[in-house]
């Protein structure tokens, strides 16, 4: 009987070590309120719109003890819609993330969807990704720093952090017999933390972008023959050939006051490639490149443990094509939020933008806030109320 009782102690010991070897994590945000614009079409709109100041997203985490330092790591992540419960990304089950890999004391290699050196570096100094949400994203996220678009067929690099640096790289196969650089994603980034100074920078290149980056959140094939970007401010450059991507930001912190300024300088090349995209229509035959620079800055403040007050400047200005004249974006933002407790927050949220100039479409450029309809005009405002929680 002692003998037997032993076994069965040392096999419960042991099932304990294999268990605290290996874990999965379930893990959510959800995000809903209510939202008021001045102008969507040409008229005011009052919603329940989800997924404002953070994508409402579910997911699972999980990594195993393989000894020596090394861990085998996985996250399979999906966005939802919980106004109507739908999937998001196009209706993809893992359509924010979906890689393996393994993590060693020097970094972690991965393979799958993923989010690429832009997304790692800047969207921690964004003040979408702060207390701003989507809807005051640069001129409808075109630099990523809100993470609106992913990279497939990802291989990814990021190491650990030495003496306040990390970095990372990113190399993304397009897939195509006989052409491998079509559809190809690359970025690199090296970003520093160390007391109150936050910085990054980071470059991230794409070939056929409608297609490879803007149109990879579908459960269907991207078509070359659709404008897969909804923004007017960049919906004619769809047929660019390839589009990059030079960002810099940084903040500093002073006590209960955060100063943030950062800026991304994005180039569509090769206009006109209909293999890649549409042109926006049949008077507008672009070539050539399109550039557009967008800054923003920024200032927070922590009045309490649990309340946080926002205000920000954006400008986004776009170059004439072909000889169209470009555009130009002004756009005020100011927040708050409120945390309930750790998991669990309430926030309010004010944007405003004014536009001037012609459009990519070739149009007169109207406001157009992100993950909105475009006013009729040249002047959009929105105010958002809503609550956060986190799981």
């Known amino acids: 009987m002692t ?48 997924s404002i100041l953070q994508a409402s997203r579910w997911g699972l985490r999980g990594a195993e003890d393989l000894g020596g330092g090394l861990k085998s790591i996985f996250v399979l992540e999906g966005g939802f819609d919980p106004s109507t419960g739908k999937l998001g990304q196009g209706g993809l089950l893992f359509g924010r993330q979906a890689y393996v890999g393994i993590s060693s004391p020097y970094g972690t290699v991965t393979l ?25 994203d640069h001129a409808g996220d075109v630099d990523n720093f809100n993470n609106s678009a992913r990279t497939n067929n ?42 109150p100074l936050v910085a990054g920078v980071a470059y991230l290149n794409v070939r056929n972008p409608n297609v490879s980056f803007f149109g990879n959140s579908t459960s269907g094939t991207a078509s070359p023959a659709t404008a897969n970007i909804a923004s007017p401010i960049y919906s004619g450059f769809a047929s660019a050939h390839s589009y990059q991507n030079i960002a810099a930001g940084a903040a500093l912190t002073f006590g209960s ?35 557009l620079n967008n800054a923003e800055v920024s200032f927070r403040y922590q009045v309490t443990s649990s ?43 004010g944007v405003y933008q004014k536009a001037s100039g012609i459009n990519s479409r070739g149009a007169p450029a109207v406001a157009a806030l992100n993950l909105l309809t475009p006013s009729s005009n040249d002047k959009q405002g929105v105010v958002r109320v809503g609550i956060r929680h986190k799981f």
């Open 3 to 50: 003998k037997k009782l032993l076994v069965v102690v040392m096999l419960g010991a042991l099932s304990g070590v294999a268990q605290a070897q290996s874990s999965v994590t379930l893990y959510g945000i959800i995000d809903e309120g209510f939202l008021f614009s001045s102008n969507s079409a040409g008229g005011r709109q009052y919603a329940l719109q989800s």
């Open 112 to 136: 799958g969807r993923q989010y690429d050196s832009v997304v790692d570096f800047l969207g921690i100094l964004a003040v979408s990704n702060q207390w701003g949400g989507a809807i005051v």
């Open 154 to 195: 990802a291989i990814k690099f990021s190491s650990e952090q030495y003496a306040g640096f990390k970095f990372s790289a990113v190399y993304s196969l397009g897939g195509v017999a006989g052409d491998v650089s079509r559809n190809q994603v690359y970025s690199f980034g090296l970003g520093y933390q160390g007391g």
């Open 257 to 291: 006051a955060t100063f943030g300024a950062n800026f991304s300088n994005v180039t569509f090349n090769g206009l006109g490639d209909l293999s890649s995209g549409p042109n926006p229509s049949a008077n507008l035959h672009y070539s050539g490149k399109a550039i």
């Open 307 to 349: 309340t946080v007050l926002g205000v920000g400047y954006e400008h986004t200005n776009v170059s004439s094509v072909n000889g169209v004249d470009g555009s130009r974006y002004n756009q005020f933002e100011a927040g708050a939020d409120y945390f309930l407790s750790k998991r669990t927050d309430v926030y309010l949220i």
